[in-house]
């Protein structure tokens, strides 16, 4: 099983979707999620679009990075530009990935509708990419 840590800045909205888009889609691949300066709350819009996908574990959280910090990992992927900009030194070496996604927080439900589907369609074909 290959491990992969998302990493944004909120850990509310995109890197949530993606985790829960690889934990579903993808086989043979785990992904945690966190963030830089991590909400503590997961985006109620990004919460009902999983629940509604059928792909929502009550597991998913906002996580602070000194949480998952010191796991191995085989892949880090950046999914916005602040948490690109600050991504820290992990304890191990890994192999890091920037693709950024527009954030949805604080725009409608067809915010977070575009942004799975573009972390889907860009996303989830690059990780298995680097991975394989």
Not at 78 to 83: E, S
Not at 90 to 117: I, N, R, W
Request: hydrophobic share 40%; glycine share 6%; proline share 5%.
């Amino acid at each position: 099983m290959k491990k992969v840590l998302i990493l944004c800045t909120g850990n509310s909205c995109r890197s949530i979707i993606a985790e829960a888009l690889i934990n579903a889609e993808l086989d043979g691949i785990e992904a945690e999620s966190s963030g830089v300066k991590a909400s503590g709350k997961v985006n109620p819009n990004a919460k009902k679009l999983l629940e509604i996908e059928g792909i929502w574990k009550d597991s998913y959280h906002s996580k602070t990075l000194d949480t998952v910090i010191d796991q191995a990992y085989d892949l880090v992927v950046t999914v916005c530009d602040h948490a690109h900009e600050t991504c820290p030194m992990f304890p191990k070496p890994v192999p890091k990935m920037h693709v950024s996604f527009e954030d949805p927080d604080g725009k409608g439900y067809e915010a977070f509708e575009e942004t799975l589907k573009e972390i889907r369609e860009i996303l989830l074909p690059k990780i298995v990419e680097a991975l394989a």
